[in-house]
């Protein structure tokens, strides 16, 4: 049955779309080792605006991702998926579970950009396939065409640049329409370049601000990943132009928190 008296675009909003357009930073946890919806209910108590959860670099399933998917949405934390491999198995089925965007990783060139454009988009600008009620509409039926609209318009496509490559193909890539953003990844760049664990070389910065700069110039966002325990650098590329904010992973927030209360105890012990 058709939903009455509602408008679709009034049951999907993506408010981390919305900041972003403000030019508002925002912050994101990554989900990779917590396996129920409470995540959704931390991420929001602490104030994140958004959280992807990991399926690239976790155990976790596509059926536990979309379920915590649906919990962020409904407090207003923005869902976003991490896909192992960008394939149709995996972008199409992790926008029908319930995600407000994916995040592709490894994307190196523009015809890569356009593969994921033309999985996570509706017709006309991709080739995503439309089932009926979809849990972005709260499962509700709505004509196919105001459901995809909304839908679409409420869905990011974030594309990872992580290595050499990407970073020379950088302006090919945001070029692309139907991209929104674009995260670069320090930790795999580093790899790639050969420069592990080398958080002020040069080559890193480099493009950093290369990358910002190409989101700047065809309009899109910039995000910033793996400097989760570098705030200065966060802080210097986010004046370049950076906006969304890849804080770290609930496991490493976990670890941190609980290691600091034991050194408190140990150091009001005297041990």
Request: aromatic share 4%; net charge negative; charged share 20%.
């Amino acid at each position: 049955m058709q939903a009455q008296g509602l408008a679709a675009a009034a049951l999907v909003r993506n408010a981390l779309r919305e900041k972003l357009a403000r030019g508002e930073v925002v912050s994101s946890l990554i989900v990779r080792l917590s396996r129920g919806i409470e995540i959704a209910q931390i991420a929001c108590a602490a104030g994140f605006d958004s959280l992807y959860v990991d399926l690239e670099h976790s155990s976790l399933s596509l059926d536990i991702a979309g379920q915590i998917c649906l919990a962020a949405q409904a407090l207003d934390v923005t869902p976003l998926i991490r896909v192992p491999t960008n394939r149709p198995e995996w972008i199409c089925r992790a926008l029908d579970a319930g995600a407000l965007g994916v995040i592709a990783p490894h994307v190196e060139s523009a015809t890569e950009a356009r593969e994921v454009v033309r999985l996570a988009r509706f017709p006309p600008r991709g080739q995503r396939s439309m089932v009926g009620q979809l849990p972005q509409l709260q499962y509700r039926a709505f004509p196919p065409t105001e459901a995809c609209v909304a839908v679409d318009r409420a869905t990011m496509v974030v594309v990872q640049l992580e290595g050499a490559a990407a970073i020379e193909a950088v302006e090919d890539i945001m070029a692309v329409d139907g991209v929104d953003m674009a995260m670069i990844g320090a930790n795999d760049l580093m790899a790639d370049f050969g420069l592990a664990g080398d958080y002020a070389h040069p080559r890193l910065h480099d493009a950093f601000e290369r990358s910002i700069a190409a989101c700047a110039k065809f309009g899109k966002y910039a995000g910033i990943g793996g400097l989760g325990g570098q705030p200065e650098l966060q802080a210097k590329f986010i004046a370049m132009g950076a906006r969304y904010v890849s804080c770290g992973t609930d496991a490493s927030m976990l670890l941190s928190a609980a290691t600091a209360k034991v050194r408190q105890v140990k150091e009001m012990s005297g041990r």
